[in-house]
């Protein structure tokens, strides 16, 4: 074996591999991270906004709790959506205006309002008949009718089972 048939491994030949490696590695994440940052800034602004008014929802809760107002919220089989609310005496509280949002605990391509009349004093009805079974969580926010101020008197967030039809 003569000497010019051995190949020699020389500095330009690392130079090249360290240049290779460290740029498919550059490239690579450039390629990850143009998504990742194009498509969300990092900033929760509703989180920072929840945290301002703080103090505004300890004081609406005191006054949802001074009203003494209960509740009974049930998921027909059928689709139909009841909501009884009563005083801190047992009488039923009517002439409300409710606003009812329905959604998947995991998924928000299914939220859906609902439209809610009083069915019966203080019983408030809606007809949610496309909805599928499983599990759904209703947002409930009731104002007294005619009310002209924008705060909501009753609110509620409650998790609802309906059962899958035979």
């Known amino acids: 074996m ?3 048939s051995v190949k020699q491994f020389h500095g330009r030949h690392v130079l090249f591999i360290l240049i290779g490696f460290f740029g498919a590695m550059l490239a690579i994440n450039g390629i990850f991270i143009y998504p ?3 498509t969300f800034n990092g900033l929760e602004s509703d989180a920072y906004q929840k945290g301002l008014h703080y103090n505004d929802r300890i004081d609406a809760a005191g006054r949802q ?3 003494g107002w209960s ?3 049930t998921l027909e089989p059928d689709g139909a959506v009841l909501v009884s609310v009563k005083d801190g005496q047992g009488t039923p509280v009517s002439g409300l205006s409710i606003a009812v949002e329905i959604t ?3 998924a928000d391509r299914f939220t859906s309002t609902l439209a809610f009349r009083e069915n019966v004093a203080g019983t408030y009805l809606a007809s949610a008949a496309s909805l ?4 759904w969580i209703v947002s409930l926010q009731a104002k007294r009718a005619g009310s002209h101020s924008a705060e909501t008197a009753y609110q509620i967030k409650e998790r609802l089972w309906l059962k899958p039809r035979p």
């Open 104 to 106: 998947r605990p995991v």
């Open 2 to 4: 003569t000497v010019a």
């Open 71 to 73: 509740h009974k919220l």
């Open 65 to 67: 709790a001074a009203l």
């Open 36 to 38: 990742a940052v194009s």
């Open 132 to 135: 599928q079974p499983g599990n």
